[in-house]
Each structure stands twice: as C-alpha cells, then as structure tokens.
C-alpha cells in the first residue's frame, strides 16, 4: 500500500515537536517556543526532514481560524466588564503609541509609509498564548499586572480582525480607485454585518437545539461547521478566513453554550494550532538571516525596549500603579503569534518583501524565546524601579503621625474594603496601601485613611508607622511582592502580628518562614467552609464543627495538605454523626406548627424527633406538656438522629 509521503513527514513533525516540547519544559519555556523551534529544526533551512508544503500551509491556516474562533469566544460582555480599564484605555493606548513609535522607526530606516505603518502593526501585537500560560503556571494572572496584561491583550486580539481586513487595502491590491476601493470595503463590510446580525438570532437557536439533544459528538461538528462556515463567508468576500472565525466566535460568546462550544472545539483547536506553529517554523530561511545575526539581536532588544517602556506608559495614564505597569511592560514586550498571521496577509499583499518577512519572523521568535526570563525578571525590576519613586511617603508620614497600635492594611480590593468598614466601625484606628490610584481616590472622597504606595518597600512601611503598628494585614495578590512585603514587615517590626492572605496552597509555608504569624489560605479556607456548611446540615453540634475546624486550620493547614486519617477530632465528628445531635427550630410566620399543639402534631411518631424544650419569651420549658399550643416565635428543642431532625423541620416548616 501506498503510504503518502506528506504523511509521512507529519508523522516524523509531530515525534521531534514532542520530544522538543518536553525540552521546553524542562528549562520553563513555553510549548509555543518548541513548536516554532520544531519547524526551524526539521524545516528546509534546518536539517532538511519536512518541506513547507502546500498541506503544510493548509492545516496552518485551519489552526489559525480554529485559534480565533476560540479567541472570539472569550469575548463575552462580562469578562470585558471586568477588564475595563485595561481593555478601553491602557489597550488602546499601547496599541497606538507602540504602532506609531515603530511605524516611525521604521520609516526612519528608509520604509514606504505604507511598509512602516505596517511594520508598526506587527510590533503592536503582543503573544496571548505564551503570556497568558505564563502567568497561568506563576499564578499571577489574578495580579494587578496580570489583569491589566489580560485587557491589553484582549483589545490587541480584537484589533487583529480590522487590521486583516485592511491590510490588502493599505497594500493598494485593491482593484481601482480610491473610490471604488471604499466602495469595496464598505459593501463587504455592509454584507458581514448583516450576515452576522442574521446568525447573531439564527445561531443560538440552532447550536442550542443540537446541544438539546445531548449528542456531544454532532453538537462539536456543529460548532466546527460554524467556525468554518464564518470563515469562508469573509474569505469569499476578499477578507481573511480567521476575520470570519473570530467574529463568529463574539457572535456565541454570551450565549448560554459558549463554555460548550468553546470545549468542543478545544481538542480540534489544539491540533491544528499546533501545525500553525510549527508551519511558521518552516517558513524561517537560517540561511537568510545567518548573516544577520546582530541585526536581528539589535532589532529584537529594540523592540523589547519600546514595548516595554510604552506599555507600561500606558498603563500609568491608564491609572494602573507602577509596579503593575512595570511587569505588565515587561511580560507584553515580545511580538505575537498573530504578527505571524498578519504578516503572512501582507506578504502574500506585497507590503513585505522576502527579506524583510524574514526579519519579522525571526525577530518575533527571538522575543518570544526572551519572554520566560522577562516575566520572571519583571517583578524583581519592577521592585526596583518603585524604590527609585517616592510618591506617597510624605502623604505617608503625615497619615501615621501620632498613630500607635494601629491595623495596617496593604491592599484595598474586596478584602481589605471589607475588614477597614469593620475596623471603622469598631473605632480602631487604621491605615491602608494600595497600589490602584482610581481605589485610593474613591476610598479618599469617602474619607478613608488609604493611601497610594507600595507596601513591600521599606522606606514607605517606616513611613507608614509599621514599627508602632499592632497588626498588619496583607491582603493583596502579587506573590513576589507579598512575599517581599512580609519578610520586611518582619525585620521592621519584630514583634508586629502580621496576617498575610494568599491564593495559593504552595505559598502557605514560604510565608509563615518570611514571620507572617497567621496565612490565609483562600484554597483551603473555601475547603473548610464547605465541610462547615455540609456538617451544619447533618445538624453537627456547632462545638464539634469549631474544634474541627480548628484542627483543620491548625500547623498551617497541616491536615487538609495531607493525605491520611484526620485525628482524634475527626473520630469524635464521625461519633457525632452516628448517635445524632440536637437542634433548635424558630416557628416563623405561615409554619405548619402554628396553632397547633404539640399532641397534634406528635413529631415523635411521626419523625422520630422528640420536642425536649419549648423557649418562650426566653423562658425555657422542660418536658413541655402535650396540649401546649405552639406560637410564632417559639424556639422548639428537639433531640435525634439526623435523618429524624430533618423530618421533624419538614413537618413543623410545612
């Protein structure tokens, strides 16, 4: 039997991409990173196994319409909500200065206008998958910098489908004038629309009734059949396909199947994705750039530095702090997997030369190779760079004067709102940090001691009157930053109790070691708040439920990290569960039991509960006669076994 050798050579890819892809790993560096460098090895300039084939290229573009069919998914009203300062005004900012700044470099180097401005495009596009799976695995997509990367990121990904729509206009590929060229576009433009307006009420309805049926199978190829339908629908209009797959993937992102679809397609996604990457490989000519090694070196620093610096300028006029736009700069300062898509549009339109796709490719793969050590270093120089300002220690100072035994709070998010409202209330004088400027304001116009600053640099604690301070509350996300703010509290103030609360499981020995007295756990704490919740509806004595909790949460969650029986406490749970408990019912308004006597309503019978004691107006009655009638407001004792308890609040609730 025939076996094709295209075939063949997939087979021989996809062995080398996962041989590299452990490789990867095991020095932290992204899967994207090995697919690429997969290509380049095998690829014609490499060793020469696999050719850029015409097969090759297909299943490259149907990965680049899957990964924006997915990407459009994303796009629900909510989560934008969320991100909405970094999505409508640190992302448009960086988009535009970073594409005129390297437009302008660009045209310094002897571009036509038309080359520059696309030349500024591609810079101003930042890598979602590589970013976004690193701040995954550092736990830090929940930072202040991960979500203002996050809402840049996402207005660079939706900026993607207009500039594939006007890239053969800007090449002047068009055929005609400029009139018959507006003409074109508005026409297609007006035709998408209404296309897309139609199956904003025809898709729904549909995939909805496919997801009715439960059939996963025939639900996933209808999502496919759309992803590619949308895709060539703008690819017969003269339009990129992945215009078309991205805005079918907006047009679901807010129906109720989206997670659905967006699973399904996960698996289809990943695979050709993946031969996206890898084909992009191939496309790098070594022997081209070879002679251009310090070019492409020098290029790439430039380009990490204008990024940088420009996105974290625009996160600042954003109102991000400085710390969140130093790291976030630093993690968004490589150019993206869709400067690949892009840039093979405006080849293919001729606004890129052999030569100078080359550069684009191989810049893009050494930035995207820096962008590990970037994000690992752009705390620790973020760090740095706030020792450099002072903003707010003088505002510092004078908040903390003449303030001792006071709570200092460093984060005002929900958390640390919540516990200044209590402490206000409770007169205890206190003090808080945050980074956001927007947070401070408000919390200021309310007239709140919270002030801007950084809460892990020394010289703004000790303005801050750490040292006079009785307890001191970390409540913010940023795990380098939180773990630097501890250890220094602790030289600072040796005696100072020190709260510090964390997401992460991992984090909760690191921070007692840096002197943080008590960690909270937000991982374990919704354990044991669960197990609380379930143990009260077993009607658990509440004694029982507290020692066991204070089991759990004791030698820093010891218990709930390990595997294994749970100790004395939890036997005397478990003997808790099996001989039954007592409990108290309020007889409320509208109730079964209203009226009624306790004869009548004979709960031993009829539940197996038993009525031990009637409270009324406070005074309790023992063994309460048979023919007492009961009233709103009266608390009922009853004594027996879970199951019986339940009955017996059925019977009395009605």
């Given at each position: 039997?025939h076996?094709?050798?295209?075939?063949?050579?997939?087979a021989?890819?996809?062995?080398?991409a996962?041989?590299?892809?452990?490789a990867c790993?095991a020095?932290r560096l992204?899967p994207?990173v090995?697919l690429l460098?997969?290509g380049?090895?095998?690829g014609?300039?490499g060793?020469?196994?696999v050719?850029a084939?015409?097969?090759a290229?297909?299943?490259?573009e149907?990965?680049?319409?899957?990964l924006l069919?997915t990407?459009?998914l994303?796009?629900?009203?909510?989560r934008?909500?969320?991100l909405?300062?970094?999505?409508f005004?640190?992302?448009?900012l960086?988009?535009?200065?970073?594409a005129?700044?390297?437009?302008g470099l660009?045209a310094?180097?002897?571009?036509?206008w038309?080359?520059a401005?696309?030349?500024?495009?591609?810079?101003?596009?930042?890598?979602?998958?590589?970013?976004?799976r690193?701040?995954?695995?550092?736990r830090e997509?929940?930072?202040p910098?991960g979500?203002?990367?996050l809402g840049?990121l996402?207005?660079?990904?939706?900026m993607?489908a207009?500039?594939?729509?006007i890239?053969?206009i800007?090449?002047g590929s068009?055929?005609?004038?400029?009139g018959?060229?507006?003409?074109?576009f508005?026409?297609?433009v007006a035709?998408v629309?209404?296309?897309?307006?139609?199956?904003r009420f025809?898709?729904p309805p549909?995939?909805?009734?496919v997801?009715g049926?439960?059939l996963?199978d025939?639900?996933i190829?209808a999502a496919v059949a759309?992803?590619?339908?949308a895709?060539g629908l703008?690819?017969?209009?003269?339009f990129s396909?992945a215009?078309?797959?991205f805005l079918a993937?907006?047009?679901?992102?807010d129906s109720d199947?989206?997670?659905e679809?967006a699973?399904g397609?996960?698996?289809f996604r990943?695979?050709?994705?993946n031969f996206?990457f890898?084909?992009v490989g191939l496309?790098?000519?070594l022997s081209?750039?070879?002679?251009?090694?310090w070019?492409?070196?020098a290029?790439?620093?430039v380009v990490?530095a204008l990024?940088?610096v420009l996105t974290?300028?625009?996160?600042?006029a954003?109102?991000v702090?400085l710390r969140?736009?130093?790291?976030?700069?630093l993690?968004?300062a490589?150019?993206?997997?869709?400067s690949f898509?892009?840039?093979?549009v405006?080849a293919?339109a001729?606004l890129?030369?052999?030569?100078?796709?080359?550069?684009?490719?191989?810049?893009?793969v050494?930035t995207l190779l820096a962008?590990?050590?970037l994000?690992?270093?752009a705390p620790?120089l973020?760090?740095r760079?706030?020792?450099?300002?002072?903003r707010?220690?003088?505002?510092a100072?004078?908040?903390?004067a003449?303030k001792?035994?006071?709570?200092?709070?460093a984060g005002?998010?929900?958390n640390?709102?919540n516990?200044?409202?209590?402490?206000?209330?409770?007169k205890?004088?206190w003090l808080?940090?945050?980074?956001?400027?927007?947070?401070?304001r408000?919390?200021?116009?309310?007239?709140?001691p919270?002030?801007?600053?950084?809460?892990s640099r020394?010289e703004m604690?000790?303005h801050?009157g750490i040292?006079?301070?009785?307890v001191?509350v970390?409540?913010?996300v940023?795990p380098?930053a939180?773990?630097r703010?501890?250890a220094?509290?602790r030289r600072?103030?040796?005696?100072?109790f020190?709260?510090?609360?964390t997401?992460?499981?991992d984090e909760?020995?690191?921070l007692?070691e840096?002197?943080?007295?008590e960690v909270v756990?937000?991982?374990l704490e919704?354990?044991?708040?669960?197990?609380?919740?379930?143990?009260r509806?077993y009607?658990?004595?509440?004694n029982?439920?507290?020692?066991e909790?204070?089991v759990?949460r004791a030698?820093?969650y010891e218990?709930?990290?390990?595997?294994?029986p749970?100790?004395?406490?939890?036997?005397t749970?478990?003997?808790?569960?099996?001989?039954?408990?007592?409990?108290?019912f309020r007889i409320?308004?509208?109730a079964?039991?209203?009226?009624?006597?306790l004869a009548?309503l004979?709960l031993r019978?009829?539940?197996g509960?038993?009525?031990?004691a009637?409270?009324?107006?406070?005074a309790?009655?023992t063994?309460?006669?048979p023919d007492?009638?009961?009233?709103v407001?009266?608390?009922l004792v009853?004594?027996g076994g879970h199951?019986?308890i339940e009955?017996?609040?059925?019977?009395?609730?009605?």
């Amino acid at each position: 039997m025939h076996f094709p050798p295209f075939l063949l050579a997939l087979a021989l890819t996809l062995a080398v991409a996962a041989a590299v892809a452990v490789a990867c790993r095991a020095v932290r560096l992204p899967p994207v990173v090995g697919l690429l460098l997969t290509g380049v090895l095998v690829g014609p300039s490499g060793l020469g196994w696999v050719a850029a084939s015409e097969e090759a290229a297909v299943f490259a573009e149907i990965g680049v319409v899957a990964l924006l069919f997915t990407l459009g998914l994303e796009f629900s009203r909510r989560r934008i909500e969320r991100l909405r300062r970094a999505f409508f005004a640190a992302g448009p900012l960086q988009f535009t200065s970073v594409a005129a700044a390297a437009a302008g470099l660009a045209a310094m180097a002897g571009l036509g206008w038309r080359q520059a401005v696309f030349v500024g495009f591609l810079v101003a596009l930042s890598s979602t998958a590589v970013v976004l799976r690193l701040y995954v695995e550092r736990r830090e997509l929940d930072a202040p910098h991960g979500r203002t990367a996050l809402g840049v990121l996402l207005f660079q990904d939706v900026m993607l489908a207009p500039l594939l729509a006007i890239t053969p206009i800007l090449a002047g590929s068009a055929v005609g004038g400029a009139g018959a060229l507006a003409l074109r576009f508005a026409l297609s433009v007006a035709i998408v629309a209404a296309a897309f307006v139609a199956a904003r009420f025809v898709l729904p309805p549909l995939l909805g009734r496919v997801f009715g049926a439960r059939l996963p199978d025939i639900f996933i190829l209808a999502a496919v059949a759309t992803c590619l339908a949308a895709a060539g629908l703008t690819a017969a209009l003269g339009f990129s396909p992945a215009l078309g797959a991205f805005l079918a993937g907006v047009l679901l992102a807010d129906s109720d199947f989206s997670h659905e679809v967006a699973a399904g397609m996960a698996p289809f996604r990943d695979l050709f994705t993946n031969f996206f990457f890898i084909s992009v490989g191939l496309l790098v000519d070594l022997s081209v750039i070879g002679g251009r090694v310090w070019l492409v070196l020098a290029l790439s620093a430039v380009v990490v530095a204008l990024k940088a610096v420009l996105t974290a300028a625009a996160g600042l006029a954003a109102g991000v702090g400085l710390r969140a736009a130093a790291t976030a700069g630093l993690g968004l300062a490589q150019i993206g997997e869709f400067s690949f898509v892009l840039a093979g549009v405006g080849a293919a339109a001729g606004l890129l030369g052999a030569d100078h796709y080359q550069l684009v490719l191989a810049v893009t793969v050494v930035t995207l190779l820096a962008t590990p050590g970037l994000v690992s270093v752009a705390p620790v120089l973020a760090g740095r760079l706030m020792r450099l300002s002072r903003r707010g220690e003088r505002a510092a100072e004078e908040a903390s004067a003449g303030k001792s035994g006071h709570v200092f709070v460093a984060g005002y998010g929900l958390n640390g709102r919540n516990l200044g409202r209590v402490l206000a209330e409770a007169k205890i004088p206190w003090l808080a940090l945050d980074l956001d400027r927007r947070r401070v304001r408000e919390a200021q116009r309310r007239g709140e001691p919270v002030l801007i600053g950084d809460a892990s640099r020394r010289e703004m604690l000790l303005h801050c009157g750490i040292e006079r301070a009785r307890v001191a509350v970390f409540a913010f996300v940023d795990p380098w930053a939180l773990q630097r703010a501890v250890a220094v509290t602790r030289r600072l103030a040796p005696g100072l109790f020190i709260v510090a609360r964390t997401r992460l499981l991992d984090e909760v020995d690191r921070l007692a070691e840096l002197g943080a007295d008590e960690v909270v756990a937000e991982e374990l704490e919704t354990s044991i708040e669960l197990l609380t919740r379930v143990l009260r509806r077993y009607h658990v004595p509440r004694n029982v439920v507290d020692a066991e909790v204070r089991v759990l949460r004791a030698g820093g969650y010891e218990m709930l990290r390990r595997p294994g029986p749970s100790g004395a406490v939890t036997r005397t749970l478990l003997a808790a569960l099996e001989r039954g408990t007592t409990e108290i019912f309020r007889i409320g308004e509208g109730a079964a039991a209203v009226g009624r006597t306790l004869a009548e309503l004979d709960l031993r019978r009829a539940s197996g509960a038993s009525v031990v004691a009637v409270v009324r107006g406070g005074a309790p009655r023992t063994n309460p006669p048979p023919d007492l009638a009961l009233a709103v407001g009266d608390d009922l004792v009853l004594v027996g076994g879970h199951a019986e308890i339940e009955a017996a609040f059925r019977l009395l609730g009605g």
